[in-house]
């Protein structure tokens, strides 16, 4: 009997669909290919057990993950995930774009990512707490402030990163606030984090737009997700005159071809932690979304999303990829047949991963920077980042993705090869 070994990919997965990208980028890297390998197989992953008593009195158990990609170019560095969806799979690709991303803005780290397979709108705030503890003292064997630090992702927040931090410092007995990124301000946090990653779309964004001949004033943009980094990459484009004519959440999808009020927005949207009762707004099904026409369309949700039939339906001349891994690699060749420029998520939403930098050096300097610093700082790398990617998009005449992909593989295996290979 044969077994199917971890890395092997089901079909139309995260996992899958990384694989293609880099079997695409190979061919740009020289000699550097021979170690292509070592960007498909994950360094180390972790699958832990969480159980823990819900309030009730009875024991639940939780699938938890911490997967490090590649620490070839410095510590692991990635987001932890709650989601009812999360699978090694999916874990495993998250954490592969974050090895991308750290080296195609040049940060110092390797790529990691967590999740646990859980539903947190069902929990309590007290089995949340005993759930990221149990979690955090469970990948405690693998994470550390020079190790692997992680940060914010869907559905986890500051609140869950002081959780972790505390959880991690009661552990080894220090006060380790560089242990995860994303943290509440009085334990180390960094002004702009929360809005890095909404701030990087918009950034990267606003420069695409101006080597398209678009202007953002009177630009019509339409978000899928309206979570931590959607709804700050709107308010942005909003900032610069653009209109937001639609927007998708998981309580509904609503249009509005005179713009969305930002301020209303912000307040539904913590009144009701989404967007569906948002008042001045047509409802329409889930997916018209794709048929909206707009400029710019932000997908800041889930992968998978954008499919070549999907693809073919997209109004939209610019594409920022928000979230992580939201096209599909057919779906990627159907929008740039059709002319439609995707900026892709291993550039477009480093801007989150930039800041959790700056928190962490931050947090070992023991020296705060100002909000405008960071964001001026932030705005420089995110560019000169972009500019690179895209000379070499227009040296090879390749896509943005495949062109992110070489200068960050070049990076990563030109580290791994200076390296050696141990022992
Ligand atoms: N938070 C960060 O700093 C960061 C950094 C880089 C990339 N990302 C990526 O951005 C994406 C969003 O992350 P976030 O931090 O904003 O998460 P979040 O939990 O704050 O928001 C997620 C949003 O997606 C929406 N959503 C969930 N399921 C949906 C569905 N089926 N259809 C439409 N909308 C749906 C939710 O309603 C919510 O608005 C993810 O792909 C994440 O990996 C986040």
């Keep these: 009997m044969s077994y199917l070994?971890?890395?092997?990919?089901?079909?139309?997965?995260?996992?899958?669909?990384?694989?293609?990208?880099?079997?695409?980028?190979?061919?740009?890297?020289g000699h550097l290919a021979h170690w292509g390998e070592t960007l498909k197989r994950p360094k180390r992953a972790l699958i832990v057990d969480v159980?823990?008593?819900?309030?009730?009195?009875?024991?639940?158990?939780?699938?938890?993950?911490?997967?490090?990609?590649?620490?070839?170019?410095?510590?692991?560095?990635?987001?932890?995930?709650?989601?009812?969806?999360?699978?090694?799979?999916?874990?495993?690709?998250?954490?592969?774009?974050m090895t991308v991303k750290c080296?195609?803005?040049?940060?110092?780290?390797?790529?990691?990512?967590?999740?646990?397979?859980?539903?947190?709108?069902?929990?309590?705030?007290?089995?949340?707490?005993?759930?990221?503890?149990?979690?955090?003292?469970?990948?405690?064997?693998?994470i550390g402030p020079q190790r692997d630090i992680p940060a914010p992702d869907v559905n986890t927040n500051a609140q869950i990163m002081a959780w972790m931090m505390d959880t991690y410092s009661m552990n080894t007995g220090t006060s380790a606030t560089g242990v995860v990124t994303g943290k509440p301000l009085h334990l180390g946090g960094s002004l702009g984090r929360v809005k890095a990653t909404g701030r990087g779309v918009f950034v990267t964004?606003?420069?695409?737009?101006?080597r398209l001949g678009m202007k953002l004033d009177g630009a019509r943009v339409a978000v899928?997700?309206?979570?931590?980094?959607?709804?700050?990459?709107?308010?942005?484009?909003?900032?610069?005159?653009a209109t937001v004519v639609a927007i998708q959440d998981h309580t509904g999808?609503?249009?509005?071809?005179?713009?969305?009020d930002m301020h209303t927005a912000m307040q539904v949207l913590k009144r009701d932690g989404g967007i569906g009762q948002y008042p001045e707004a047509e409802r329409i099904d889930n997916e018209s979304f794709w048929d909206v026409d707009c400029d710019?369309?932000?997908?800041?949700?889930?992968?998978?999303?954008?499919?070549?039939?999907?693809?073919?339906?997209?109004?939209?001349?610019?594409?920022?990829?928000?979230?992580?891994?939201?096209?599909?690699?057919?779906?990627?060749?159907?929008?740039?047949?059709?002319?439609?420029?995707?900026v892709p998520d291993v550039i477009c939403n480093a801007g989150g991963v930039t800041v959790s930098y700056f928190e962490w050096?931050?947090?070992?300097?023991?020296?705060?920077?100002?909000?405008?610093?960071?964001?001026?700082?932030?705005?420089?790398?995110?560019?000169d980042a972009l500019r690179a990617i895209w000379d070499t998009a227009d040296r090879h005449k390749i896509t943005l993705r495949t062109a992110t992909f070489a200068v960050a593989c070049e990076r990563i295996l030109s580290a791994r090869e200076e390296r050696g290979l141990y022992p």
Excluded: C
Aim: zero cysteines.
């Design 5 to 29: 070994s971890y890395v092997s990919p089901s079909a139309t997965s995260p996992w899958h669909t990384y694989l293609e990208q880099v079997d695409r980028v190979l061919p740009y890297l």
């Design 51 to 97: 159980p823990i008593e819900m309030d009730d009195g009875s024991v639940a158990h939780f699938e938890g993950y911490r997967v490090q990609h590649n620490l070839s170019r410095g510590p692991g560095k990635g987001g932890v995930r709650y989601h009812p969806d999360v699978t090694l799979e999916e874990v495993m690709a998250l954490s592969a774009w």
């Design 103 to 142: 080296a195609a803005v040049n940060l110092p780290y390797g790529g990691a990512k967590g999740g646990i397979r859980v539903d947190p709108k069902k929990l309590s705030k007290k089995e949340l707490e005993r759930m990221t503890r149990r979690y955090t003292s469970e990948i405690g064997i693998i």
């Design 205 to 210: 964004g606003r420069e695409a737009a101006r």
């Design 224 to 241: 899928q997700g309206f979570g931590n980094v959607g709804s700050a990459a709107a308010e942005l484009f909003v900032g610069a005159g």
């Design 253 to 260: 999808t609503l249009v509005n071809p005179k713009g969305f």
């Design 296 to 342: 710019i369309l932000i997908p800041a949700a889930l992968e998978g999303q954008i499919t070549v039939e999907r693809a073919n339906r997209i109004k939209a001349k610019l594409v920022l990829e928000g979230a992580n891994g939201p096209t599909l690699p057919e779906a990627d060749d159907a929008l740039r047949e059709r002319g439609v420029l995707v």
């Design 361 to 383: 050096v931050q947090d070992f300097s023991s020296f705060f920077w100002s909000e405008d610093e960071i964001n001026v700082r932030l705005d420089k790398i995110m560019v």
